[in-house]
């Protein structure tokens, strides 16, 4: 973990029972209806996670703001030591309700005995993507959102662990992208990637489009033209490489059911389509193209649909696969591709000016550091405080020490 994101931590435990307190007397720490356990058993409670840069408008909410996520919080919670964090997100059509709802996700027991906080955030129908809007950009922004305010706010709120093993992203369908690619945008933080039944392969006929529609937007508002720059670098199948030192869990189901049976017809031959048709073979293209790029990744195919009833069984495999296995906290050497106009890469947070206009190459091996892919200039600040500012393409001497 780089040291901006360790200041992160220390800073939270000085503030985290002025947080508590003020969180009680807002209403913002009161547990969601009917869904805490006994005490000392593990506590699910409902929390508010502000977009304090208006990352997300309220038009893109499905209840009045502030964005709010459930918090499942581990057997015997005790605030004064540290814990593992899981970020567990919904698919399409969901909010940050479905995982904690007994019907659906029922988290309270599908991760029962998980040592860990589990925080199941709001991620509306954004794709968990900052929205192309015809080249504008701008909100929504749902990745934007998800790495500035939710996993900071979560480290001033809860006492995290602070090693990159014990931080895990995983999700279901949408989610299973927003895992993938948000797992890669941030990769010094998340340790492990659990995609279940996952939209990895965005690029597929005229997805794009279908994704815009059915989210409340126009044609390519969400990542552009189909064959685009910006639809590349959000597509985790054409930036799998950015899992390249992270620990990655794969499951979809092939459209039949088993055993575990379906909750109803809709979920038998509507998820069962979808499954066979969409996600399994996504996933399928996903796990080859990490496995070109020398990711460890671990792939599970199974029976099942798209439900449910087979969403809580992947969740359960991917805790029994691990989630919090040894990874490295800090290689030498990485290479990243992006299209963000602002990001962090391990130690390093970068800037551009104006947002790229081409996917974006990070490549780095040891103190040096060449960034390559469009016309633009990068702004680049190390953990020990040294800014170094170039046109693209550029190579950099990242400084060792510290700058006054």
């Known amino acids: 973990m780089s040291e901006p994101d360790r200041s992160i931590i220390r800073r939270r435990r000085g503030r985290r029972a002025l947080l508590t307190a003020c969180a009680v007397a807002a209403g913002l720490g009161a547990s969601a209806a009917g869904l805490t356990t ?51 997100l919904h698919g399409f059509g969901d909010d940050y309700r479905g995982w904690a709802a007994p019907a659906q996700g029922d988290i309270v027991h599908t991760a029962a005995g998980l040592n860990a906080i589990v925080v199941m955030p709001e991620g509306g129908r954004g794709w968990y993507a900052d929205w192309w809007n015809g080249g504008n950009r701008g909100a929504p922004s749902w990745e934007s959102y998800l790495l500035d305010q939710v996993v900071p706010q979560i480290l001033e ?27 890669g945008r941030l990769p010094g933080f ?22 815009a529609l059915v989210s409340g937007g126009w044609l390519g508002d969400v990542e552009g033209p189909a064959d685009g720059f910006y639809a590349t670098g959000h597509n985790p199948s054409r930036v799998a490489g950015n899992l390249a030192h992270s620990r990655v869990f794969l499951t979809a189901g092939d459209g039949t059911a088993d055993s575990r049976g379906f909750a109803d017809l809709a979920e038998l031959l509507v998820g069962g389509v979808e499954e066979a048709a969409l996600l399994r073979p996504m996933t399928d293209t996903y796990a080859a193209a990490l496995s070109a790029a020398g990711v460890p990744a671990t792939y599970e195919p199974t029976h099942g649909l798209h439900g449910w009833t087979y969403f809580r069984d992947q969740l359960r495999r991917a805790i029994a696969w691990g989630l919090f296995a040894p990874v490295g906290d800090q290689p ?12 962090r890469l391990w130690d390093l947070a970068y800037q551009f000016a104006p947002a790229p206009n081409g996917v974006v190459r990070f490549q780095r091996d040891g103190a040096r550091l060449q960034v390559t892919g469009a016309t633009t200039s990068v702004t680049i600040t190390t953990a020990g405080g040294c800014v170094q500012q170039a046109a693209l393409p550029a190579d950099l001497t990242i400084p060792t020490a510290p700058c006054p």
């Open 38 to 88: 006994a005490a000392g058993a593990s506590t699910l409670e409902t929390i508010e996670l502000p977009d304090r840069a208006g990352e997300v408008p309220q038009q893109w909410l499905p209840y009045p703001g502030p964005p709010r996520a459930n918090v499942l919080l581990p057997d015997g919670y005790d605030p004064s030591h540290t814990y593992p964090l899981v970020v567990l």
């Open 190 to 211: 998340f340790g492990s990637v659990g995609v279940f039944s996952g939209f990895v392969d965005t690029q597929r006929l005229v997805l794009p489009d279908l994704m």
């Open 332 to 343: 030498t050497s990485w290479a990243s591709d992006t299209v963000a106009t602002r990001g």
């Open 157 to 183: 709120r809860y006492p995290v662990r602070p090693e990159r093993r014990y931080h895990a992203i995983v999700g279901v369908s949408m989610g299973g992208l927003g895992a993938a690619y948000l797992g």
